[in-house]
């Protein structure tokens, strides 16, 4: 990238050369100016077109150009029987304004970085998305959709449920009998499952591979019907 301040110029143009060879000719009017270059030169020397004198000289100097990332990839389904879905996620070093979204692994949409976070209706079938940034497949997050509460739905269920993931012990309070017991990472990963076992049991504690300062998502599943809460291991 080529910028630089100018006045008293004799012409519209000015001259690029590079360790001391003409580049090419281009209009102030175009500044700042992109340039692919197949190597890279130390010395960058601009010149008024046609006029020498008015240059100036300086050394190059390169940034490090640091890869793309999308992280923390969320799909939250607002409620388990609608098909609004909340999308977000974050992301560093996209060099396009855009990203790409797939569903259960076919392309559905592009939207702007910019729009985020997304609210769109999906299928009730769908299971998974993917992001990636537009024109850049190396830079994706995949996740699946999880499943709301709806209002109401398990208000007598789990009102009472205390969940709580300390040095990777996850403990939970106040459960009522359940099928199974799921625990995700953020890009949907199973960490952990286990069945329900035969009689009532209100406590439920087990020591799981999660890690501090992480946030997990805890699935409790009673007769066909999950139920979701995000916690943070520390």
């Known amino acids: 990238s080529v910028d630089f301040d100018y006045s008293n110029v004799t012409n519209q143009f000015f001259d690029l050369s590079l360790d001391g060879e003409l580049l090419d000719s281009y209009a102030y009017s175009d500044l700042p100016l992109s340039i692919e ?31 793309c990332e999308i992280t923390d990839l ?6 388990i029987s609608e098909e609004t879905v909340e999308i977000n996620f974050n992301h560093n070093n996209a060099i396009n304004q ?45 996740a699946l959709i999880f499943d709301g509460v709806c209002p109401g739905i398990y208000d007598e269920i789990f009102a009472n449920v205390s969940i709580l993931l300390q040095d990777g012990n996850l403990q939970i309070q106040n459960l009522p009998s359940f099928d199974e017991i799921n625990v995700y990472d953020l890009s949907g990963r199973t960490i952990f ?35 979701h809460r995000k916690v943070f291991g520390f």
């Open 37 to 67: 270059l197949d190597e890279m030169p130390d010395q960058i020397l601009i010149s008024d077109n046609d006029n020498p004198d008015c240059f100036i000289d300086e050394t190059i100097s390169f940034v490090e150009c640091m890869p």
């Open 193 to 227: 499952s286990v069945k329900a076992q035969a009689g009532e049991q209100s406590f439920f504690e087990q020591k799981i591979p999660a890690h501090a300062d992480a946030m997990y998502i805890i699935e409790i599943q009673k007769d066909g019907q999950r139920y």
């Open 98 to 142: 855009f990203f790409d979204l797939y569903v259960d692994g076919l392309f559905y949409d592009s939207y702007e970085f910019a729009s985020l976070p997304l609210e769109l209706e999906l299928d009730l079938t769908a299971a998974e998305i993917k992001v990636s940034e537009k024109d850049n497949s190396d830079c994706f997050a995949e």
């Open 74 to 79: 969320i799909a939250n389904r607002i409620c």
